[in-house]
């Protein structure tokens, strides 16, 4: 099957799954667009948890007073 975001494919995942996946969709929604919505927001809790590692590391910085 071919549509406008290309192949489809199928992926087994048990029952209870698939009825906790439809809790974070809407109305409508497909289990691909559920599926990647909820992949970009674990993306960007990712990309979060990096930037505060690095901000908690106030060795790695210089006070801008420091530079001038």
């Known amino acids: 099957m071919v549509n406008d975001m290309g192949e489809i494919t199928t ?3 048990h029952k209870s799954t698939r009825e906790k996946l439809k809790v974070f969709g809407v109305k ?9 919505r909820l992949m970009e927001k674990a993306e960007y809790v990712a990309f979060m ?4 590692e690095i901000l908690s590391n ?11």
Not at 49 to 52: D, F, G, K, L
Not at 58 to 68: M, Q, R, S, T, W
């Open 11 to 13: 992926i087994p995942v």
């Open 28 to 36: 409508g929604e497909t289990y691909d667009k559920i599926v990647r």
């Open 49 to 52: 948890e990096r930037q505060y």
């Open 58 to 68: 106030k060795a790695d910085f210089v006070p801008l007073d420091e530079i001038v």
